[in-house]
Antibody
């Protein structure tokens, strides 16, 4: 079964850091560009970041540029999102997502999400 | 930066009725890189339509997508009880973007 499972969410203080993980299974992870999408409570979806198949190319939404780092370990089939200097507006459910096509495509596989709460 | 604007914000309809959801892009979308997702409370989004008009696996034919350039539409021909949800359009270009969503609620 093709699956993505996120973990690592929790309560973090403003200015703190957190690493989110996404475990992939059931497909050739190393062939796919991967994405993170977040959703603040009661709000819509916001694309956060993407990484290419080799991990050598990344892109970020303007609102998180400089505070978030995406990375991957193809040998472990893991995708990561490091949150730094978090703010209240980073409070959200974070989803990892896989595109239909290996490089660019609609997101046909989503994880269940992991919740990040930024609060003192 | 691509901005997607969905309308209406909320659509109040009865089962069996037709739903028409709009997504307008701030720039012309090339390559048909436009998708629609359905999301229910507490769940991850589910892909409904890709490439403007392609139905994702398992999506019934009452769902259809159309459009070109900057104007796109998701149509649900006859609403079933399980179709009441929030729908998002998505441009999966070099800098992906989502619309703000349209809630389809039971009237």
């Amino acid at each position: 079964e093709v699956q993505l499972v996120e973990s690592g969410g929790g309560l973090v203080q403003p200015g703190g850091s957190l690493r989110l993980s996404c475990a992939a299974s059931g497909f050739n992870f190393s062939n796919y560009w991967m994405h993170w999408v977040r959703q603040a409570p009661g709000k819509g979806l916001m694309w956060v970041s993407r990484i290419n198949d080799h991990g050598s190319g990344t892109r970020y939404a303007d609102s998180v540029q400089g505070r978030i780092t995406i990375s991957r370990d193809n040998a472990k089939k893991m995708l990561y999102l490091d949150l730094h200097s978090v703010r209240a507006e980073d409070t959200a459910v974070y989803f990892c997502a896989r595109p239909m096509a290996t490089i660019r495509g609609a997101f046909d596989i989503w994880g269940q999400g992991t919740m990040v709460i930024v609060s003192s | 930066e691509m901005v997607l604007t969905q309308s209406p914000g909320t659509l109040s309809l009865s089962p069996g009725e037709r739903a028409t959801l709009s997504c307008r892009a701030s720039q012309s979308i090339a390559g048909n890189y436009l998708a629609w997702y359905q999301q229910k409370p507490g769940q991850a989004p589910r892909l409904v339509i890709y490439g403007v008009g392609g139905r994702a696996t398992g999506i019934p034919d009452r769902f259809s997508g159309s459009g070109s350039g900057t104007d796109f539409t998701l149509t649900l021909s006859r609403l079933e009880p399980e179709d009441f949800a929030v729908y998002y359009c998505h441009h999966y270009g070099a800098s992906p973007a989502f619309g703000q969503g349209t809630k389809v609620e039971i009237k």
